[in-house]
């Protein structure tokens, strides 16, 4: 599918637009590693359901590698409740699509309104959670990250207190938005607790795909992904 480029009036945001004029917009926000080019795919099922895709890159990814703006909930948050803004002065509806880290700060970010309806894809229901998990992985406790700041990890992530203390301080306290959930059965970052806590507290409907694991990208596992979206478009 052709999509429009578009620069968001906030920060000079680069974003892509998918489908003609309609009353209805999904905002498509990608995860970890991801870009705004991730939503073509998502496009080609929800335009001819008459809606358009928005998507965004976060910062230092995409278009926006090599931006100073770090890839933090402190920065990332305010600019997804500005994208919100945007989108709710130009479209009658608004439904939300995200996977991975993109699900939880949306979580943080839309919390206290409610959207048409919202699709997660490998979410990231509980940062806190997951930070103690990379901390037992790296075998950091809490004492040396309070003391050094800042701990590289060998998986590639940064521990950081400052994040930590930032998570503890804005737990996902509200969600009334209705929720769809994909979950791979191999995903070894979201534990199959934390989906069902979150279903506990704010509702929702879970599917378990049995192959696959969190990151979706063989033909098999973006074939069910696919499914998965049409049936919830």
């Not at 090599?66 to 709710?88: I, K």
């Not at 959930?181 to 704010?202: I, K, N, S, Y």
Request: charged fraction near 20%; include cysteine.
């Amino acid at each position: 599918m052709t999509a429009q480029s578009l620069t968001l009036p906030f920060g000079d945001t680069p974003a892509l637009l998918w489908g003609g004029p309609a009353p209805r917009v999904w905002l498509y926000v990608h995860g970890k590693g991801g870009s705004k080019e991730e939503g073509e795919g998502f496009a080609a099922a929800a335009c001819p359901a008459g809606a358009q895709v928005l998507a965004l890159d976060l910062p230092e990814h995409g278009a926006r590698r090599g931006s100073p703006v770090p890839l933090v909930p402190w920065t990332v948050v305010p600019e997804l409740r500005a994208l919100l803004d945007y989108a709710q002065t130009r479209w009658e509806t608004v439904a939300l699509r995200c996977t991975s880290l993109g699900a939880w700060f949306s979580l943080l970010a839309f919390g206290e309104v409610r959207l048409e309806k919202a699709l997660f894809v490998s979410p990231v229901l509980d940062m806190e959670a997951l930070i103690g998990d990379m901390m037992a992985w790296a075998g950091v406790d809490e004492d040396q990250l309070r003391t050094r700041g800042e701990i590289p990890t060998a998986f590639g992530e940064t521990l950081s207190w400052r994040y930590l203390q930032y998570v503890r301080a804005h737990r996902v306290r509200a969600w009334s938005t209705p929720t769809a959930l994909l979950r791979a059965q191999g995903d070894t970052l979201v534990r199959e607790e934390t989906v069902r806590e979150f279903l506990r507290r704010f509702g929702g409907t879970l599917t378990v795909e049995p192959e696959g694991e969190h990151w979706f990208h063989t033909p098999e596992q973006l074939a069910a992904l696919r499914r998965w979206e049409a049936a919830h478009i």
